[in-house]
């Protein structure tokens, strides 16, 4: 295998204390970072780089791991402008919305929602994200869930069952018969293709009682659950999640004292999701609550057509650091290492000695320029599986 090394970098986030200043992002300064094959295999100074085939020079600029989006819902037909536009005119945002994206989306054939997918996966690969999750949840009919999984498991391997969305417009006075048919004849058919089951777990979706229902059917399946809780309202969704070992909790912008102590005394992640809130002009998630309480935070786009479409990680983090109380420093860390630790891996949101060769070169000095400079693109490179894609 060839090797590359990327050096005279002025700041090399590695997200491992032990290699840098002992701070959580592992920082280390005038820095390089060896590739071999697909795998990260050296870092330190870059006066101290071993010997490679190639050399790239990161011309006084920070690289960082690649960002990690660990919830987004990209599997749709498409578009509620109209919807956006009255919410922004007034409008309250509730679960309902979903149900249009779902009639574009049954009426859409298998390639153009791939054509869709990519693109918004180019569109996201240009920004920096080289890892994401990605749901169904759009369907609602045993075919169009399982077509949704088989499309989304050609491009990623985190892929996270959703048919709990918000209960099908066929079943909407019978949502019992609905969730049999959820942990039923749709999760056979869509356990094969998937990594993960969800569940909206809110006024409007699923009561605690149905979302347990169905988080416990996929995991007999083999499926590890996740849970969109907490979002609109105060709810069991948490605790839920918390109880059945959930990898992530996402949302989590309602959340009582119970709630943030059982996160904080669990291995399940806080997935905050500002594009969210922005979109809908929401009350914020209380990072700064859930850090100091000692809880695991992930920053994802939760990128989809109805209450957050965007796909850039960094302008999550502008946002997280400008009104949820996060440093930039916290707000790095969470979209890197803290979207792995919302799916459980451990090859990917660093950079370290035996860790996949995903990183992203800036246009800046700094990683804090994410936040210091909102709305400018300044991911300048990107490299997934040792490979330079941008």
């Not at 918004?120 to 994200?129: S, Y």
């Amino acid at each position: 295998m060839s090797s590359t090394v990327i050096s005279n970098i002025a700041t090399l986030v590695t997200n491992d204390p032990s290699l840098g200043d002992g701070s959580p992002l592992g920082l280390v300064r005038d820095a390089a970072v060896v590739i071999e094959g697909d795998r990260v295999v050296w870092t330190g100074e870059s006066g101290r780089a071993p010997a490679t085939d190639d050399r790239v020079d990161a011309g006084g600029r920070a690289v960082l791991p690649g960002f990690v989006d660990s919830h987004s819902h990209l599997v749709f037909a498409g578009d509620r402008t109209e919807e956006f536009n009255a919410r922004m005119s007034g409008r309250p945002y509730g679960a309902g919305g979903i149900r249009t994206t779902v009639a574009a989306t049954r009426a859409a054939t298998e390639a153009e929602l791939e054509e869709n997918l990519t693109r918004l996966l180019a569109e996201a690969l240009r920004q920096g994200t080289t890892t994401f999750e990605t749901k169904s949840g759009y369907g609602l009919t045993v075919e169009d869930e399982a077509r949704a999984l088989r499309l989304a498991a050609r491009h990623t391997d985190e892929v996270t069952y959703l048919g709990a969305h918000v209960v099908a417009p066929e079943y909407a006075g019978d949502p019992a018969a609905y969730v049999d048919l959820v942990t039923g004849e749709m999760l056979d058919a869509c356990a094969p293709h998937a990594r993960w089951i969800d569940v909206f777990c809110e006024r409007g979706a699923f009561d605690g009682d149905q979302a347990r229902a169905v988080l416990t059917a996929g995991r007999a399946r083999g499926l590890h659950p996740r849970v969109h809780a907490n979002q609109l309202s105060h709810g069991p969704g948490v605790r839920l999640a918390v109880e059945l070992d959930a990898a992530s909790a996402d949302h989590c912008t309602h959340l009582t004292d119970a709630d943030v102590d059982a996160l904080a005394n669990s291995s399940t992640v806080a997935t905050l999701l500002p594009g969210a809130e922005f979109s809908t002009r929401a009350e914020w998630p209380d990072a700064r609550r859930l850090l100091d309480a000692g809880v695991t935070v992930a920053l994802s786009t939760d990128c989809n057509p109805g209450s957050s479409f965007t796909s850039s990680v960094p302008f999550c983090v502008a946002l997280a650091v400008r009104d949820m109380g996060m440093t930039p420093d916290e707000a790095v860390w969470s979209a890197t290492a803290g979207g792995a630790a919302a799916l459980r891996r451990t090859d990917v949101g660093r950079l370290a000695p035996g860790a996949r060769a995903d990183l992203l070169l800036l246009d800046a000095p700094s990683h804090v320029h994410l936040a210091y400079r909102p709305g400018v693109p300044l991911v300048a490179g990107v490299w997934r599986r040792g490979v330079r894609v941008v």
